[in-house]
């Protein structure tokens, strides 16, 4: 595994530790709860095997969801996957997670998140500034500017993105 290349080649491909494997359960768990028509994502933040927040893409709290609105403005305006993300109702997984522990005092410096989805360039972001330094994910995201962002001098000592390996067990 290549700990300073954020591009997912197969020796960033991991297999799966008890710890990961239970808390990447977790977010496909916490995916259910999505109110997102298009998408069930979701995200588990960790600090020394407990967990800190999770998250999952849905209206922001008080704003209906898609699911309430029965319609996604996305699909209406046929909006591509990765593209114009201002224009939706929901906020994304990650960002739900970082925003649940600012809410509550939690500092997430060395942490790592379990994402459903590689993480999307404005998340990815965020997770830097949040001082997050695992990623680990299962299924790609069509955002080819966030291996640019993990790539830089500055973030790639201390962001570790890995893919695993037997997502499928999780669909």
């Given at each position: 595994m290549n700990k300073n290349n954020?591009?997912?080649s197969s020796s960033d491909l991991i297999s799966l530790n008890k710890w990961d494997h239970r808390f990447m359960s977790i977010a496909f768990a916490v995916a259910s709860w999505s109110s997102c028509l298009?998408?069930?994502i979701a995200a588990v933040i960790v600090k020394d095997n407990h967990i800190l927040a999770t998250g999952y893409n849905g209206a922001?709290?008080?704003i209906k969801s898609c699911?309430?609105?029965?319609?996604c403005i996305r699909n209406?305006?046929?909006?591509p996957s990765s593209q114009q993300a201002q224009i939706c109702y929901a906020i994304h997984a990650e960002q739900n997670a970082i925003l649940q522990a600012a809410r509550?005092?939690?500092?997430?410096?060395?942490?790592t998140i379990y994402c459903t989805h590689k993480p999307c360039s404005l998340c990815t972001k965020c997770i830097i500034n949040a001082g997050i330094s695992r990623i680990v994910y299962a299924h790609q995201y069509s955002d080819s500017f966030v291996d640019t962002l993990l790539?830089?001098?500055e973030t790639q000592n201390f962001i570790k993105i890995e893919r695993i390996v037997n997502y499928e067990t999780f669909n």
């Open positions: 954020s591009q997912s298009r998408h069930h922001p709290s008080g699911r309430d609105r029965k319609e209406t305006l046929e909006i509550l005092g939690v500092s997430l410096e060395g942490t790539e830089n001098s």
